[in-house]
């Protein structure tokens, strides 16, 4: 298997690699950015279409949830549409 970088790790419950500043929930195992995440708890893991949250993905095809506020991930990402 090919070495990660050391600011990549994996989600276990879902097997995605995110970076390492992606936070986790404990619930639903969806990655958010910081902001993102208390948003999602605070609406005891609610929806984040619902919640309004931008979906990107990764270079690795990981999505991570972000608030529209946030500022743009220092990884690579596209955003995603649906």
């Known amino acids: 298997m ?3 970088p050391s600011n990549i790790y994996i989600n276990k419950s879902t097997n995605e690699h995110i970076h390492k500043s992606i936070k986790i929930c404990t619930k639903c195992h969806l990655n958010f950015t ?9 609406a005891n893991c609610g929806n ?3 919640l309004k949250l931008v979906k990107l993905r990764n270079k690795y095809g990981s999505i991570v ?18």
């Open 34 to 42: 910081s902001a993102a995440l208390e948003m999602h708890q605070d």
């Open 2 to 4: 090919k070495k990660l």
């Open 65 to 82: 949830y972000k608030h529209r506020n946030d500022p743009d991930p220092i990884w690579p990402f596209m955003v995603v549409i649906d």
């Open 48 to 50: 984040p279409k619902i």
